[in-house]
């Protein structure tokens, strides 16, 4: 039944050691995005994908990339993780572009540096 | 361009009607409404995509109002399960297809 399937539910990793983050899903949408989300704060796009068209977000440290081997995944990997990219990482799709998209989200991988 | 949500928080009781609002400073294609609980993820409620254009189910209901810029959420007879962050998102000429999020407003049901 789950549509949006993030691993794992939380992730602990030492300060300046390479992590990667899984989002699955069985939509079959065109477009994946991934957010970065601090407490009490609003989701933040980091990048997206449309297909395989890859969409850096402007402000988005040069320290986390992005992967999509095929539509049904995406990867998100920070390289050299600081104490500042704790935070709740959201994976979301929608079927395609334009105004009139929903976007369906992942329960989230909460990230801790240790 | 972030948009501006208000308030940043509000408690009701039970059965109390609620209005969240979301304004921006660029014209807007399209406004999209989210429900986030603690720990869980942002849940889908609706998307506005025309001036004037109102939508609702259930007793949730939002308007747009592309001229001003803004919406809003409305809560009627607001139930123990709405409780949570309502975010906007906002879809403008310069954010291609991709949202920009307010920063959310809590909402707090009691009985």
């Known amino acids: 039944d789950a549509m949006v399937i993030q691993n794992p539910r939380y992730q602990v990793t030492q300060f300046g050691k390479p992590v990667t983050l899984s989002c699955s899903q069985t939509?079959?949408?065109?477009?994946m995005y991934w957010y970065q989300q601090k407490s009490s704060q609003a989701p933040k796009l980091l990048f997206h994908?449309?297909?395989?068209?890859?969409?850096n977000e402007a402000d988005t440290p040069d320290n986390f990339q992005s992967r999509r081997p095929n539509t049904s995944f995406c990867f998100l990997d920070i390289r050299s993780p600081g104490l500042g990219d704790a935070a709740m990482y959201l994976c979301?799709?929608?079927?395609?572009?334009?105004?009139?998209?929903?976007?369906?989200f992942g329960d989230g991988t909460r990230l801790s540096i240790l | 361009q972030q948009p501006v949500q208000s308030p940043q928080a509000v408690i009701l009781r039970e059965g109390e009607d609620a209005v969240i609002n979301c304004s921006s400073s660029?014209?807007?294609?399209?406004v999209h409404w989210y429900r986030q609980k603690h720990g869980e993820a942002p849940i889908f409620l609706m998307i506005?995509?025309?001036?004037?254009e109102q939508k609702g189910h259930d007793k949730i209901s939002a308007s747009f109002n592309e001229k001003k810029q803004q919406s809003s959420l409305y809560l009627t007879a607001s139930q123990l399960s709405y409780s949570g962050t309502y975010f906007c998102?906002?879809?403008?000429?310069?954010?291609?297809?991709?949202?920009?999020f307010g920063k959310g407003t809590s909402l707090l049901v009691t009985p």
């Open positions: 979301a799709t929608s079927r395609d572009k334009g105004a009139n998209q929903p976007q369906h």
């Open positions: 939509l079959n949408h065109n477009v």
């Open positions: 994908y449309y297909d395989k068209d890859f969409n």
């Open positions: 660029k014209a807007l294609y399209s």
């Open positions: 506005l995509l025309k001036g004037g």
């Open positions: 998102g906002t879809e403008s000429a310069n954010s291609g297809y991709a949202l920009n």
